[in-house]
């Protein structure tokens, strides 16, 4: 016969062939097998097409052969019997693999243990044929116990491991469900502590802002006090020290200091002690005059002042002149003092009209931290406010660079690039004895702000009354 196999080639011709009889036709007549398994064929992918060979040699019309070739179609049909049991006790395992297994005498060329024993008995029974007469019912019997001894240990270790790995399969899944159930729960878990982890930084920056809002609201409190505080302060001190009057002389109009009833008073002390001086010294003079005009003129005794005397009014003119001398230091000393007052004074006074007419006076918070309290001070281009950083918690010196809207661009960037260079190099500098910089940022267009460390003004006059008295160590040295 010709056709295909796929797992097995087909056997060589033997080595004695055998002579057929002229009734060849007939052999192919009574085997049904092919023409039984053209349909499984078919539904293999034409895998399989079995076709009458015109040019087989004819074969004897001896009996015994023709026994042999019963015995061979009874084998195959047994064994493919037996493969129909097997198959048909595993209909729900694995139904492809049974549609594989059709082929040739209900074998198959499917994938598989039964199609390979299946091929294999195939094999077996197509050798059967060419062998002599006296050896076709051994073989026989051989190639059916080969076809359905192994075709059952296969089956078996099939079932034995569908067993296992339904098994195995079973655990799996459960472990599936297991992970699954566990991937839930943790993404639950997760999804519940972001939830609470939002709520939590939700809730602190609430915090915070509240914080800061009535860390500012405090702060702005207090330095609204300050300011009243300050300027209570000023119209004492102005009563006391002086304030600045206006004079006007024709069409000009000028600031003048007008003296306050401290340093007024003052001015009449002196102007009294310096009246007695010149009293307490003509007195001196005259009696000195009357001595010499005595001693000279000879006159008597008696209209004559003693030496005792005069040497003893003498005195009392000095020791006079001497506590006058004293009042007269002291009353200057304390005209100094005041003087000192009179110059903080105007500077206040200066501060206080200099914050009045600035735009950052309505205690701003600049760049969401640091809020601004009370001027300072104002030089030719800037401003420096007390302010605090509400993130560090302390006081700080904003110093605010403001430039002139009137300035050309050249003149602007020059400003700019000063001030860039200043900062860049103040920023680098660390040392107890320098302010440090913390912090610089853009307001406008116009004006930037440089944070510096604050420092009061207590140890600002320490450290000037330091340094004058360092000055005058020197100079004395």
């Not at 007052?341 to 950052?360: A, T």
């Not at 702000?449 to 020197?474: D, G």
Request: aromatic share 6%; hydrophobic share 30%.
């Amino acid at each position: 016969m010709a056709g295909k196999a796929v797992s097995v080639p087909p056997p060589s011709p033997p080595h004695h062939p055998v002579v057929a009889p002229a009734s060849a036709p007939t052999f192919m007549d009574q085997e049904e097998l092919p023409e039984s398994s053209s349909s499984s064929d078919d539904d293999n992918g034409e895998e399989f097409l079995i076709q009458k060979n015109t040019l087989k040699r004819p074969r004897s019309p001896d009996d015994d052969h023709g026994l042999a070739l019963g015995n061979f179609e009874g084998s195959a049909n047994a064994a493919a019997k037996v493969l129909d049991v097997m198959d048909t006790r595993l209909p729900s395992e694995n139904p492809s693999r049974k549609r594989q297994g059709r082929g040739r005498g209900r074998g198959g060329t499917g994938r598989g243990r039964g199609s390979k024993t299946v091929d294999q008995t195939r094999h077996t029974s197509a050798s059967s044929v060419t062998v002599s007469n006296g050896q076709h019912d051994k073989l026989t019997n051989m190639d059916s116990r080969t076809s359905v001894l192994p075709g059952n240990d296969d089956r078996t270790a099939l079932h034995e491991e569908l067993s296992l790995l339904r098994g195995k399969v079973a655990f799996l899944e459960e472990e599936l469900n297991k992970s699954r159930q566990e991937v839930t729960e943790y993404h639950q878990l997760s999804d519940r502590l972001a939830k609470e982890l939002k709520d939590f930084k939700d809730q602190d920056q609430q915090k915070k802002s509240k914080q800061m809002k009535v860390l500012s609201d405090l702060l702005i409190a207090v330095s609204k006090a300050e300011r009243q505080e300050a300027r209570m302060k000023l119209k004492q001190e102005s009563f006391r020290l002086g304030n600045i009057g206006v004079m006007r002389a024709g069409t000009v109009i000028s600031e003048t200091w007008e003296d306050g009833q401290a340093i007024k008073d003052l001015n009449a002390h002196l102007k009294s002690l310096l009246e007695t001086k010149e009293a307490v010294e003509r007195h001196r003079k005259s009696l000195k005059k009357r001595q010499s005009s005595d001693k000279g003129d000879g006159s008597d005794a008696e209209t004559s002042m003693s030496e005792e005397d005069f040497l003893l009014q003498d005195e009392i003119c000095k020791s006079r002149l001497t506590s006058i001398k004293r009042e007269e230091e002291q009353y200057l000393r304390e005209r100094d003092r005041y003087e000192l007052e009179k110059g903080r004074l105007i500077r206040e006074m200066k501060r206080l009209r200099d914050e009045d007419g600035s735009r950052f006076n309505n205690f701003q918070i600049l760049h969401h931290r640091y809020a601004l309290l009370n001027l300072l001070g104002k030089g030719g281009f800037s401003e420096v406010y007390k302010a605090f950083d509400l993130v560090e918690y302390k006081y700080v010196a904003c110093k605010l660079h403001g430039l002139n809207a009137q300035w050309s661009e050249e003149k602007k960037q020059s400003y700019i690039r000063h001030a860039i260079r200043e900062y860049n190099i103040h920023k680098t500098l660390v040392h107890t004895n320098i302010v440090r910089l913390w912090d610089i940022f853009e307001i406008d267009h116009n004006t930037f702000c440089t944070v510096l460390e604050y420092c009061s003004a207590r140890i600002s006059m320490q450290s000037l009354k330091q340094r004058q008295f360092f000055q005058k160590r020197k100079q004395g040295s």
